[in-house]
């Protein structure tokens, strides 16, 4: 039986309407306009997109929606969309206005019942929930608000239980590792992995085509990435190439 491709993800973190990235969720600097990105990325070969208003959370304000709207119109791909929500109707608004599938992560820990409710209003496969973790002894802790808040929950327990509450994916992205360009957490990866039946997007350390490999390896079914795409170093074409000539199976450009 053929495996399921491997999906190559791009990670647009909106702060003022900008694209923006950072390293270990600060030093934040520019990185382009998000509707063209976005567009530029799927002529490119992108598998999917996910779109993270990075400050709504910590502003205690909703998610820039004709800004999602906007992007949603320019493409075809996948659109996944978060940051600010805090309601079922916030999750309803996201897909009314364009997005494919909705993530939440603060407002999942704050309120669990949240994950529940939002994937019997858009369906369990599009509902991801976004953990952000931290390493704190031999294991991992989650931090919301954009990293700011440590919660004092295992990262591996609390990925059970939202998989247990009706997620239907996890976005999971190592504070230790983001921005560094070094690998991802593989420790922290596996773990997740292993611990859950669905499928999980490996985040925070991509550098080079290798790192997206070796997250694979460990049994994740998507890989995200920001910078190593936003400025340049490597194109989402030149990562598939080098996995396809290792045996990943991944999804061919169009």
Request: hydrophobic letters at 40%; glycine letters at 10%.
């Amino acid at each position: 039986m053929k495996m399921l491709a491997k999906r190559i993800v791009a990670a647009l973190d909106i702060k003022e309407g900008r694209v923006v990235k950072g390293i270990q969720f600060k030093q934040i600097r520019d990185a382009g306009d998000p509707t063209e990105l976005a567009v530029e990325y799927e002529r490119e070969g992108i598998d999917e997109l996910v779109f993270l208003d990075i400050t709504a959370s910590h502003e205690k304000r909703d998610i820039l929606l004709d800004l999602v709207k906007e992007v949603s119109r320019q493409l075809y791909i996948p659109f996944t969309v978060g940051g600010g929500i805090h309601s079922v109707e916030g999750v309803r608004e996201l897909a009314r206005n364009g997005a494919d599938k909705v993530f939440m992560n603060t407002a999942a820990v704050d309120d669990p019942s949240l994950i529940d409710e939002s994937s019997e209003v858009l369906g369990s496969s599009n509902l991801v929930v976004a953990i952000d973790g931290k390493r704190k002894n031999s294991e991992w802790e989650v931090y919301t608000h954009g990293g700011r808040e440590p919660r004092g929950i295992s990262v591996v327990d609390w990925a059970r239980r939202v998989e247990d509450l009706g997620a239907g994916e996890i976005l999971l992205t190592s504070m230790d590792t983001d921005g560094m360009k070094e690998g991802f957490d593989l420790s922290l990866t596996k773990k997740v992995v292993n611990a859950v039946d669905i499928p999980v997007i490996a985040s925070g350390g991509a550098g080079e085509p290798e790192h997206f490999l070796e997250a694979f390896e460990v049994g994740a079914s998507a890989a995200l990435a920001a910078s190593i795409f936003h400025y340049g170093e490597y194109s989402v074409s030149e990562v598939k190439t080098y996995l396809s000539q290792r045996g990943t199976n991944v999804r061919p450009k169009d």
